[in-house]
C-alpha cells in the first residue's frame, strides 16, 4: 500500500508519501504557526531518514520549516531544479530581500547534494519530475518541480507553485502531456491561486479530483474554478454525496491510501496519523 498525506501548514506547502517498504519521499517543508512542523511529525514517528526529497519552490513557504529539518533527518536525495545555479539562486531571491534561514539551507543543499547517489527500491512507487529552464524563465515560480507520482494505475500532480507561462512551456512536452493524461489526483497549483490555473492543462488531465493547500481566502487571487475539471469522487459512502475539490483550509489534513489493484481512499480531518505508523 501507498500511502500520501497533504498536510495542513496554511499558505505553505508539505506533503509525505510512504511506498509499502517503507521508503518514502517528502515534497517541500512548509510549516503553519499552531505548531504542525516536519521536523516535530517525523521524528514523532521515528522516521529519522527521507529517502528523497522533492523542493517543489525555492520560496519561503515551501521551506520554512528546512533548516530545522535538517537537523534532525538525514535526506538522501534532494531533488530541484537544476537549471539554475546556487550563485543564480542566490541573486535571484536576494532581490526579494533578506534571506530566510529555510532559503539560505535550501540554497545551500542546491549546492551541496548529487543527485542520484545510491540506488533505492521504492517498492513500485515511481516518481517523474518536469522543470523549466533559467534563464527562459527568471521567476521562482515559474521554475518550479512538477512531479508525478505513480503507485499501480493512480498517479497524483504535485506542480509546486507554476503560473500559467510555465504551464503553456512545459504543455509544449509530448512526455509531459503524457503524465498529464494519467492524473487522478491533481494538486492545486500555488495554493489554488488565478495564477496558477491554466485551462489548457485540463484538455490533458482529467482528475477524479483537485487538492488544494491553502489557508483562509485572504487574496480574491485564491479563488478558483477547478471543481469543473475533476470527475468528484464518493463521499461519506454515499453515491449521491461527491466532492471535486477537497482544501486543507476547510477539511484539514488530507490522507490518501492506495492498496494493489484498488482504487484511491480519501480521509481528511484530524491530526496526521504519521505517528499511527509508529505503532
Known amino acids: 500500500m501507498m500511502t500520501f498525506f497533504l498536510f495542513d501548514v496554511g499558505h505553505g506547502f508539505c506533503a509525505y508519501a510512504e511506498g509499502p517498504n517503507g521508503t518514502n519521499t517528502l515534497f517541500d ?61 542566490r541573486r535571484l531571491k536576494l532581490q526579494g530581500g533578506p534571506l530566510t534561514g529555510g532559503i539560505q539551507t535550501a540554497i545551500k543543499m542546491h549546492s551541496e547534494y548529487i543527485y542520484p547517489n545510491a540506488a533505492i527500491d521504492y517498492a513500485g512507487v515511481q516518481l517523474t519530475t518536469f522543470w523549466n529552464s533559467y534563464p527562459t524563465f527568471t521567476d521562482t515560480n515559474n521554475l518550479s518541480v512538477v512531479s508525478f507520482l505513480q503507485y ?46 491554466c485551462k489548457e492543462v485540463f484538455d490533458h488531465c482529467h482528475p477524479a479530483v483537485i487538492l488544494i493547500s491553502d489557508r483562509d481566502v485572504v487574496f480574491e487571487s485564491q479563488e478558483h474554478v477547478y471543481a469543473k475539471h475533476a470527475s468528484g469522487i464518493m463521499w461519506n459512502g454515499s453515491q449521491s454525496d461527491k466532492r471535486y475539490v477537497l482544501t486543507t483550509r476547510c477539511d484539514g489534513h488530507m490522507h490518501v491510501t492506495k492498496k494493489p489493484g484498488e482504487g484511491f481512499y480519501i480521509s481528511v480531518g484530524g491530526t496526521p496519523a504519521l505517528a499511527a505508523k509508529a505503532g
Not at 528523497?52 to 531544479?81: A, C, P, T, Y
Not at 503524465?179 to 487522478?184: I, K, M, N, P
Request: with cysteine.
Open 29 to 89: 517543508c512548509g510549516h503553519d504557526e499552531e505548531g504542525f512542523r516536519p521536523s516535530v511529525i517525523l521524528p514523532a514517528a521515528h522516521i529519522s531518514n527521507v529517502c528523497r526529497m522533492v523542493l517543489g519552490n525555492f520560496d519561503s513557504d515551501h521551506v520554512s520549516d528546512l533548516e530545522n529539518l535538517k537537523k534532525v533527518v538525514n535526506i538522501q536525495h534532494f531533488i530541484r531544479n537544476q537549471s539554475i545555479t546556487a550563485d543564480q539562486l
Open 152 to 197: 499501480g494505475a493512480s498517479c497524483i500532480c504535485i506542480p509546486g507553485d507554476l503560473e500559467g507561462p510555465g504551464w503553456m512551456e512545459l504543455l509544449k512536452n509530448l512526455s509531459f502531456r503524457a503524465y498529464l493524461e494519467s492524473v487522478d489526483i491533481f494538486v492545486a497549483s500555488h495554493h489554488g491561486r488565478k495564477s496558477g490555473y
